[in-house]
């Protein structure tokens, strides 16, 4: 039985209807959590979710909790301000925010289309610290602080050519988090982001779907395959959880060990 860390915790997980921000869910409300389940433009997974977070919290013992769909672009500032004040309005309080939405296509450096990349930074970068300005407003209006966590990348330390946009909002996620736990360290406000690898999600079926392509990918990673969501969901919940309360500014890398570079794993440099 999963231990109740989250008991009593009001969470907003952005892009959770589907991949990694679903799992992340679903696992927090097991732990006790009440969660918000942020989409775009994904309702009917969005409703699929929910079903499923209530499911998870019956089953461990927590009862029918206050889940909720939230449909924002957190691309859109004005957006983001309003749900998080529908959320404070409908729950009295938010104690955890995890900016999971991300998108990603090609952007080659010397030929990159710039309706893609302002598109990419806007929700992958600026959509986060937009969440986490509403977020930590709300938390130092009130005791008790607040939790952030944001879904970065290996690329926030590995680059990744062809992918100039996604690399830059990844890197620039890294920055946002140890920028903002150091603000706000003193506050009791703890932000922290965890770095998945390659990772079984719909933003990476060009390869997962692809037996050849799926080979090669995992050829690169240590443990010799690939994360699935709720490999990874407990992640993020020890980094929400009082298990983690003296941790901040940290990105806690779960990729199979993709950032030890497979490479050197027989010594050839000396």
Not at 93 to 122: C, K, Y
Not at 137 to 145: A, C, Q, T, V
């Amino acid at each position: 039985m999963i231990a109740p860390r989250l008991k009593g915790r009001f969470a907003l997980i952005t892009g959770a209807s589907r991949g990694i921000g679903r799992a992340v869910a679903q696992h927090f409300a097991a732990e006790g959590a009440t969660v918000a389940i942020n989409h775009r433009d994904d309702g009917r997974l969005a409703d699929v979710a929910l079903a499923s977070l209530r499911q998870a919290s019956c089953e461990a013992g927590h009862g029918d909790l206050p889940h909720r769909v939230e449909e924002a672009d957190v691309a859109r500032p004005d957006a983001v301000g309003a749900m998080v004040d529908r959320l404070v309005a409908a729950w009295g309080r938010l104690d955890v925010l995890v900016n999971n939405a991300g998108i990603q296509s090609e952007t080659p450096g010397d030929d990159f289309d710039d309706d893609a990349l302002e598109r990419i930074l806007a929700v992958n970068l600026l959509g986060a610290a937009r969440c986490a300005r509403a977020a930590i407003r709300h938390f130092l209006s009130r005791p008790g602080g607040g939790v952030i966590i944001n879904t970065s990348s290996v690329h926030e330390i590995v680059p990744k050519p062809g992918f100039l946009a996604y690399s830059i909002s990844k890197g620039g996620l890294g920055n946002l988090t140890r920028t903002l736990a150091l603000e706000f360290a003193g506050r009791g406000i703890r932000v922290n982001a965890v770095g998945p690898g390659a990772t079984i999600t719909d933003l990476n079926s060009a390869w997962t779907q692809d037996p050849a392509k799926r080979a090669v990918v995992e050829s690169h990673i240590p443990m010799g395959r690939a994360a699935t969501p709720e490999e990874l969901a407990p992640v993020f919940a020890f980094l929400a959880s009082d298990e983690a309360s003296y941790v901040t500014g940290q990105t806690l890398y779960a990729c199979g060990g993709l950032t030890l570079h497979a490479d050197f794993a027989r010594n050839w440099s000396s």
